[in-house]
């Protein structure tokens, strides 16, 4: 069954280092999402991404986020300069349209120290 | 901007019960879905609903939306000790992104 997979499972970085989150969504799907939990509360959702550009972005994805589809298979989530506040599981997603649901990769699991 | 509000938070129930999780959300949405995370792992979606009305069921889980009450429940029948994991919904406020409520964190114990 094709699945959405991240790498990797875990990053740990210092604060103020950029650090490249990266998914491979499902190959036919054409909607790209990044989702982050901090640890113990609710899922937020980041942005999303179509046609090779930002289609929504929260008030959470600021200047320090970027993302990029830098191929035809991988997604990536940067982040430029982290802070401690950062540290969540974050969550790839991809959907073959907007109205469909988006299945979740495992997940990277980001610790600043 | 759009609230979701889940209860309750957690619950404990005894395999063989019934039992209802709400999720109240504060604007309009034109669809909302229901997540299942097991501990350490991902994200699975249960359902979609869609319009006022909806029912959907899978084995002992039922959603429903009502659109008008801005609600949606999800109804565990006969619960199972597999059934034990935390439950998210999720409307869709915005363009594309969902908005998730806190969780029901779910125990089901023999």
């Known amino acids: 069954e094709p699945e959405v997979t991240q790498t990797p499972s875990h990053q740990v970085t210092q604060m103020g280092q950029e650090v490249i989150l990266r998914c491979v969504p499902i190959?036919?799907?054409?909607?790209f999402y990044w989702y982050r939990q901090i640890l113990g509360q609710k899922v937020e959702f980041l942005v999303s991404f179509y046609n090779n550009e930002i289609s929504e972005k929260s008030e959470i994805f600021d200047d320090q986020f970027s993302v990029e589809r830098p191929d035809g298979s991988n997604f990536t989530l940067k982040i430029r300069s982290t802070k401690l506040e950062d540290s969540a599981m974050y969550f790839c997603a991809s959907s073959t349209d907007r109205d469909t649901e988006a299945f979740f990769g495992q997940g990277t699991r980001l610790t600043v120290v | 901007e759009l609230k979701v509000e889940q209860n309750p938070l957690f619950l404990s129930m005894q395999e063989g019960k019934n039992y209802t999780i709400y999720c109240n959300y504060s604007?309009?949405?034109?669809?909302l879905y229901w997540y299942r995370q097991d501990p350490g792992k991902s994200l699975e979606s249960l359902f979609v609903l869609l319009s006022n009305g909806a029912v959907k069921q899978e084995g002992r889980l039922m959603a429903s939306l009502d659109t008008k009450a801005r609600l949606s429940t999800l109804h565990i029948t006969a619960a199972v000790h597999d059934l034990s994991a935390t439950y998210f919904c999720a409307p869709r406020g915005g363009a594309d992104g969902l908005t998730f409520g806190k969780g029901t964190h779910l125990i089901i114990q023999p």
């Open positions: 190959s036919n799907h054409l909607y």
């Open positions: 604007t309009t949405s034109d669809r």
